[in-house]
């Protein structure tokens, strides 16, 4: 039996239960249940406090003026993008990654960046010594920042320090070392976790200092442990990039005071993360021809027109049950358009590998792929190459049509402006410039101009 106001918790998805067991009824996972002792049962009321005429609720209407929250700039373009336009002073981030991504190193850069702009800056590692920080600090260059520097796990101490002087960024790196000594539970229990962001959130909102918080991703892509606070902090960001590549990619996936589809771009070097002002030229391999199976898709990432390549590669299987693997798309949608190609263009895919890969190691999620990928998976079907000058983009839907999608403008002044001349996408758009628009309503004759090298006069 649970002692008195005793709850069992999760230590993977962070349900409750009443009682021990050995695999939590809400996820199925072993032995994660771990006892969390509770001041007073659950659902109950704290005693009220104050006299009966403060309490109660003032309302107010929808009308009121409130001003825009006001932003400080970190100095990282690319950061302050994802977060709306810079840190919201009282708001708390999450930036979640894999072990290895970068976080660190982009928020030592961003607390540098902000500290030589004028804003008062602490960074407390919970996982790196201040010799480590320093060394690192050094060899980015980043030396001279006016950054104040801590290395501590114990919640109540970075509280205490924090509280003796003014700030206006704080990074706590990460959530997971941290620990209360209020919680019996070891650091990285969800228990733990959750206590302690609870805390550096109220921190935040009292005294109007933007924390941001540094939380390890499992391979399942999800924010384990962290992943209990995202409903507790103002914005959640992740921080992406392929093990291999340099390109890294900065990601809102929640924001109270911003858009979540805003994408920053950096490339990892010898200097820590520079900032991808143009981040289709990076994406693009332009060297040479372009061979079957590859199509540029042009993509929209947020606010910022991206071009990535498709590469797909169809191959003779030699085995009984043909693979399909896909890198930077997802596979459910990789398997539908191989559905509606096989379906309705007659091109058979039943004994072949299929692989598909996004060039660069950026991950699309836009339904405007669709036509992107058929095309590269086409091309190399039919061992026929894109012309080199062509852009790709539509949406392609069960019944094998090619649908428009949105802000084709802007992706066709990308196009443009990185030279390129001609578009496979849906039929009706209105051509910008020099383009030339090779429209299509159904798959099947985007097909057919692939295999017959039929692309129209050339602009
Ligand atoms: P780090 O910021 O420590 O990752 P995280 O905090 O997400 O665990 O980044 C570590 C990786 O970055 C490491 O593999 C080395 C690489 N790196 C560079 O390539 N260049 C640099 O200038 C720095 C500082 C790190
Ligand atoms: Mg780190």
């Given amino acids: 039996m649970a002692r008195d106001g005793a709850v069992y918790v999760c230590q993977v998805c962070g349900a409750a239960q009443a009682k021990w067991a050995g695999q939590c009824p809400a996820c199925n996972a072993w032995n994660s249940l771990v006892e969390e002792v509770q001041s007073r049962p659950p659902g109950a009321l704290a005693p009220a406090r104050g006299s009966k005429q403060q309490r109660g609720l003032a309302f107010e209407t929808l009308q009121q003026e409130t001003p825009a929250p006001p932003r400080l700039s970190t100095g990282v373009e690319e950061f302050d993008r994802v977060c709306g336009g810079g840190v919201v002073p009282g708001s708390a981030?999450?930036?979640?990654?894999?072990?290895?991504?970068?976080?660190?190193?982009?928020?030592?850069?961003?607390?540098?960046?902000?500290?030589n702009a004028g804003?008062?800056?602490?960074?407390?590692?919970?996982?790196?010594?201040?010799?480590?920080?320093?060394g690192r600090a050094a060899r980015m260059g980043l030396a001279a920042a006016p950054v104040k520097l801590a290395a501590e796990t114990a919640l109540r101490d970075i509280l205490e320090g924090l509280k003796k002087d003014r700030f206006d960024l704080v990074v706590i790196d990460s959530i997971q070392t941290l620990w209360s000594d209020a919680h019996e539970a070891g650091p990285g229990s969800v228990t733990q976790v959750?206590?302690?962001?609870?805390?550096?959130?109220?921190?935040?909102?009292?005294?109007?200092?933007?924390?941001?918080?540094?939380g390890h991703v499992t391979k399942d892509c999800q924010i384990a442990g962290p992943r209990v606070i995202e409903h507790m902090v103002d914005a959640v960001l992740?921080?992406?990039?392929?093990?291999?590549?340099?390109?890294?990619?900065?990601?809102?996936?929640?924001?109270r005071f911003g858009a979540t589809d805003e994408i920053g771009v950096f490339e990892m070097g010898d200097a820590g993360l520079a900032e991808v002002r143009n981040p289709s030229a990076l994406f693009l391999n332009s060297t040479g021809e372009r061979a079957a199976g590859a199509a540029v898709f042009a993509?929209?990432?947020?606010?910022?027109?991206?071009?990535?390549?498709?590469?797909?590669?169809?191959?003779?299987?030699?085995?009984?049950?043909?693979?399909?693997?896909?890198?930077?798309?997802?596979s459910g949608r990789l398997a539908m358009v191989l559905a509606v190609l096989e379906a309705r263009c007659g091109l058979g895919f039943g004994n072949r590998d299929v692989y598909l890969n996004v060039a660069g190691g950026l991950r699309i999620s836009e339904p405007a792929a669709d036509l992107a990928a058929?095309?590269?998976?086409?091309?190399?079907?039919?061992?026929?190459?894109?012309?080199?000058?062509c852009v790709v983009f539509g949406e392609v839907s069960l019944s094998g049509d090619v649908?428009?999608?949105?802000?084709?403008?802007?992706?066709?002044?990308?196009?443009?402006?990185?030279?390129f001349r001609r578009v496979l996408g849906p039929n009706g758009i209105e051509p910008a410039g020099d383009i030339a628009l090779a429209g299509v309503?159904?798959?099947?004759?985007?097909?057919?101009?692939?295999?017959?090298?039929?692309?129209?006069?050339?602009?």
């Fill in 299 to 330: 993509g929209i990432e947020g606010s910022r027109p991206v071009l990535v390549e498709f590469q797909a590669l169809v191959a003779p299987s030699a085995y009984g049950t043909p693979r399909r693997a896909v890198v930077g798309w997802d």
């Fill in 374 to 389: 058929a095309a590269a998976l086409a091309s190399s079907a039919l061992e026929e190459a894109l012309p080199q000058d």
């Fill in 238 to 255: 992740s921080f992406e990039g392929e093990r291999g590549y340099p390109f890294r990619v900065l990601r809102g996936v929640k924001n």
């Fill in 194 to 214: 959750r206590a302690a962001a609870g805390e550096l959130v109220r921190f935040a909102k009292k005294r109007g200092v933007a924390v941001v918080l540094v």
């Fill in 119 to 134: 804003l008062a800056c602490a960074y407390i590692s919970g996982e790196e010594a201040v010799d480590q920080i320093r």
């Fill in 441 to 459: 309503t159904r798959l099947a004759d985007a097909v057919k101009r692939i295999g017959e090298q039929s692309w129209g006069a050339k602009a």
């Fill in 93 to 115: 981030i999450l930036l979640g990654g894999d072990p290895g991504v970068g976080k660190s190193t982009l928020l030592l850069q961003v607390c540098a960046s902000a500290a």
């Fill in 403 to 419: 649908r428009p999608v949105s802000r084709m403008d802007s992706r066709l002044k990308e196009s443009a402006k990185l030279g």
